[in-house]
């Protein structure tokens, strides 16, 4: 009878460990989704900039050819 209380007793503390390990890991990666997400979107908008600055810079060659 110990025996067996003592096996519930691990088993109990163990899924408790368990599913607080999973809430840091799940809260850790939900972070690391957001700072990913901020570094996509900084990128997207950089690249928006260097299209237009390119188009631009091309339209600045072809004035130069004309003349």
Same mark, same amino acid.
Not at 14 to 43: F, M, N
């Given at each position: 009878?110990?025996?067996?209380?003592?096996?519930?007793?691990?088993?109990?503390?163990?899924?408790?460990?368990?599913?607080? %390990? /999973? $809430?840091?890991? *799940?809260? !850790?990666t939900k972070a690391a989704v957001e700072e990913i997400e901020a570094v996509e979107s900084?990128?997207?908008?950089?690249?928006?900039?260097? %299209? /237009? $600055?390119?188009? *631009?810079? !091309?339209?600045?060659?072809?004035?130069?050819?004309?003349?």
């Amino acid at each position: 009878m110990k025996t067996t209380v003592k096996i519930f007793t691990f088993l109990f503390l163990v899924g408790v460990l368990s599913c607080t %390990d /999973k $809430k840091k890991e *799940e809260a !850790e990666t939900k972070a690391a989704v957001e700072e990913i997400e901020a570094v996509e979107s900084e990128v997207e908008k950089i690249s928006v900039e260097i %299209d /237009k $600055k390119a188009s *631009e810079l !091309e339209d600045s060659l072809k004035d130069l050819d004309d003349i």
